[in-house]
């Protein structure tokens, strides 16, 4: 506190009249009093003055009350109360308020009858017609527990055959040979000119003259000429190559020239090659080709005549596609290609079991 | 859940179920779909779903199922949009459940969704919150805006009417 003085000793007086004075500034003060007799004349006549308070209640108390906040003016409220009625979430105070208001606003009574009625009730004839076919038998119940064990079981079980069955490169006879015919669109026929070796990786670098050059393992046949398809199916279609023709190098230009690559087994090609030189659809060998050019093209979505070779990997692959479909699983079966585009390893992949094994090379 | 308790729930709450998705959707065979996918859903998870909680089970896939193919339809509207619906298009109703259907129709999913499961199934808030993933406040919210806009469609109707 500041030092006191004459015009700041009213802060003091009252300090020490209420008692909240250090002792060192009262006894400031008492000094200050002595050098101004005429202020310590008014401190000694001052008197404090007490306001004692009325107990006077305000009369319209009661008026300003409001017991659920309901009035003429605000309808939001009337409306979260209707709403509160119908959800059941209204006190039973609130409840007699909102009676009570609406007893003295029939307006406001036919607003709460339309909100009574968006109260929506179930139409119970609407039934779900086809509720036997969610049922499940207790016979498929128990199968589905053992999915999972089926899935991994049957997958391993085509993956080693996989391993063991899948075609194994350069192990058949004709499979990177070309045969060449020549063909005569007026007279519907035709003869093989040559079978030659298709470039392999060993021979790919060869220029074309030192490929034609090589040599070939020809079968002499009498028949030098196949005159039909009906021909080449007796033969089963075995290329024959006729010792005593002469071998002719390849022009690329001779737009009679044709190529087929001659499968080894399955002749599904040349037979497709020969039907679409005449027009018409492919007739299937055995039964087994129809079944795998069926199952290709609906499963597979493999186009018709693309003359893909069914291998056993398509089996698995079907079969692990299946077991998927059927126990909602996710278990994969890819190849794996090298950077030449050939397959390199067959991976496997499912919840419990993973592996990855190479393509055997003779 | 075993497999007795499963054909159950198809028995208890398949007709519940459908009610539900066909009122919301107005398409039959939508309607079935989504009911087959839901016992579907179901089937797959019997063992983690105990059958004192497969109602709320179904109807929560069953939503969101069908949510999901409003979405896939582009027809779903924003669960902002208050419920503003025209009347005077529907002047030839004359039955109170006509009009109330009819005012269900335009209300938004949402809303339609809260209402329908309160008053058809009696769920509670947090219930109705637990099925659709919204807030408790959200559905207090939704249902008092969405009776809002159903009183004042019913109470233009009965103008008109």
Same mark, same amino acid.
């Given at each position: 506190?500041? &030092?006191?003085?004459?015009?700041?000793?009213?802060?003091?007086?009252?300090?020490?009249?209420?008692?909240?004075?250090?002792?060192?500034?009262?006894?400031?003060?008492?000094?200050?009093?002595?050098?101004?007799?005429?202020?310590?004349?008014?401190?000694?006549?001052?008197?404090?003055?007490?306001?004692?308070?009325?107990?006077?209640?305000?009369?319209?108390?009661?008026?300003?009350?409001?017991?659920?906040?309901?009035?003429?003016?605000?309808?939001?409220?009337?409306?979260?109360?209707?709403?509160?009625?119908?959800?059941?979430?209204?006190?039973?105070?609130?409840?007699?308020?909102?009676?009570?208001?609406?007893?003295?606003?029939?307006?406001?009574?036919?607003?709460?009858?339309?909100?009574?009625?968006?109260?929506?009730?179930?139409?119970?004839?609407?039934?779900?017609?086809?509720?036997? +076919?969610?049922?499940?038998?207790?016979?498929?119940?128990?199968?589905?527990?053992?999915?999972?064990?089926?899935?991994?079981?049957?997958?391993?079980?085509?993956?080693?055959?996989?391993?063991?069955?899948?075609?194994?490169?350069?192990?058949?006879?004709?499979?990177?040979?070309?045969?060449?015919?020549?063909?005569?669109?007026?007279?519907?026929?035709? +003869?093989?000119?040559?079978?030659? !070796?298709?470039?392999?990786?060993?021979?790919?670098?060869?220029?074309?003259?030192?490929? !034609?050059?090589?040599?070939?393992?020809?079968?002499? +046949? &009498?028949?030098?000429?196949?005159?039909?398809?009906?021909?080449?199916?007796?033969?089963?279609?075995?290329?024959?190559?006729?010792?005593?023709?002469?071998?002719?190098?390849?022009?690329?230009?001779?737009?009679?020239?044709?190529?087929?690559?001659?499968?080894?087994?399955?002749?599904?090609?040349?037979?497709?090659?020969?039907?679409?030189?005449?027009?018409?659809?492919? &007739?299937?060998?055995?039964?087994?080709?129809?079944?795998?050019?069926?199952?290709? !093209?609906?499963?597979?979505?493999?186009?018709?005549?693309?003359?893909?070779?069914?291998?056993?990997?398509?089996?698995?692959?079907?079969?692990?596609?299946?077991?998927?479909?059927?126990?909602?699983?996710?278990?994969?079966?890819?190849?794996?290609?090298?950077?030449?585009?050939?397959? !390199?390893?067959?991976?496997?992949?499912?919840?419990?079991?993973?592996?990855?094994?190479?393509?055997?090379?003779? | 859940?075993?497999?007795?308790?499963?054909?159950?729930?198809?028995?208890?709450?398949?007709?519940?179920?459908?009610?539900?998705?066909?009122?919301?959707?107005?398409?039959?065979?939508?309607?079935?779909?989504?009911?087959?996918?839901?016992?579907?859903?179901?089937?797959?998870?019997?063992?983690?779903?105990?059958?004192?909680?497969?109602?709320?089970?179904?109807?929560?896939?069953?939503?969101?199922?069908?949510?999901?193919?409003?979405?896939?339809?582009?027809?779903?509207?924003?669960?902002?949009?208050?419920?503003?619906?025209?009347?005077?298009?529907?002047?030839?109703?004359?039955?109170?459940?006509?009009?109330?259907?009819?005012?269900?129709?335009?209300?938004?999913?949402?809303?339609?969704?809260?209402?329908?499961?309160?008053?058809?199934?009696?769920?509670?808030?947090?219930?109705?919150?637990?099925?659709?993933?919204?807030?408790?406040?959200?559905?207090?919210?939704?249902?008092?805006?969405?009776?809002?806009?159903?009183?004042?469609?019913?109470?233009?109707?009965?103008?008109?009417?």
């Amino acid at each position: 506190m500041t &030092e006191i003085n004459r015009h700041n000793y009213e802060i003091f007086f009252i300090d020490y009249l209420d008692g909240n004075l250090l002792p060192s500034q009262e006894k400031r003060l008492w000094l200050f009093l002595k050098e101004n007799p005429d202020l310590k004349d008014e401190l000694e006549n001052f008197e404090p003055v007490e306001i004692s308070s009325e107990k006077q209640p305000f009369p319209k108390k009661q008026q300003l009350k409001k017991t659920v906040l309901l009035n003429h003016s605000n309808s939001s409220i009337f409306d979260e109360l209707c709403i509160r009625y119908i959800e059941g979430d209204l006190s039973l105070k609130e409840k007699v308020a909102l009676n009570e208001y609406m007893n003295n606003n029939s307006e406001k009574s036919r607003e709460f009858k339309i909100f009574k009625q968006t109260k929506i009730k179930a139409d119970s004839s609407i039934l779900f017609p086809d509720k036997e +076919k969610l049922k499940k038998s207790a016979m498929f119940f128990a199968l589905k527990r053992l999915y999972p064990y089926i899935a991994v079981a049957a997958s391993i079980l085509l993956l080693i055959a996989v391993y063991f069955l899948v075609p194994q490169k350069n192990n058949e006879p004709y499979s990177n040979r070309i045969a060449v015919f020549e063909t005569n669109p007026a007279q519907e026929n035709f +003869k093989i000119l040559e079978l030659t !070796e298709e470039p392999t990786s060993t021979n790919k670098s060869l220029p074309l003259a030192e490929t !034609e050059k090589q040599p070939l393992s020809i079968e002499k +046949k &009498e028949d030098q000429s196949i005159q039909s398809a009906d021909d080449i199916d007796k033969e089963r279609f075995r290329v024959a190559a006729i010792e005593s023709l002469p071998i002719h190098p390849i022009k690329q230009e001779e737009s009679t020239l044709k190529l087929a690559k001659v499968e080894p087994g399955i002749t599904k090609n040349t037979v497709d090659y020969f039907y679409a030189q005449h027009n018409q659809e492919p &007739e299937y060998t055995n039964l087994t080709s129809f079944l795998v050019e069926s199952v290709s !093209e609906r499963l597979m979505e493999t186009p018709k005549n693309e003359n893909k070779k069914f291998e056993l990997f398509d089996l698995a692959r079907w079969s692990v596609q299946g077991v998927n479909w059927l126990t909602g699983s996710n278990i994969t079966l890819e190849k794996q290609y090298n950077k030449d585009g050939e397959t !390199e390893k067959i991976n496997f992949n499912s919840k419990l079991i993973a592996f990855s094994t190479p393509i055997r090379e003779k | 859940m075993t497999i007795e308790q499963y054909n159950k729930s198809v028995d208890l709450y398949s007709d519940a179920v459908y009610r539900f998705i066909l009122k919301n959707i107005n398409q039959t065979d939508e309607a079935k779909d989504i009911v087959q996918d839901t016992f579907e859903k179901l089937w797959v998870r019997a063992s983690e779903v105990s059958f004192e909680k497969v109602k709320s089970y179904l109807f929560s896939t069953a939503y969101h199922t069908m949510i999901d193919k409003i979405r896939k339809n582009k027809r779903i509207s924003s669960v902002d949009e208050y419920g503003s619906i025209d009347p005077l298009h529907n002047e030839h109703y004359t039955d109170l459940g006509e009009i109330l259907n009819e005012a269900l129709k335009q209300l938004p999913d949402v809303q339609r969704s809260v209402i329908l499961l309160r008053d058809y199934e009696g769920y509670a808030y947090q219930e109705i919150a637990n099925i659709t993933g919204l807030s408790e406040s959200q559905v207090k919210v939704y249902i008092y805006r969405g009776r809002l806009a159903l009183k004042k469609y019913i109470g233009s109707m009965e103008v008109l009417i």
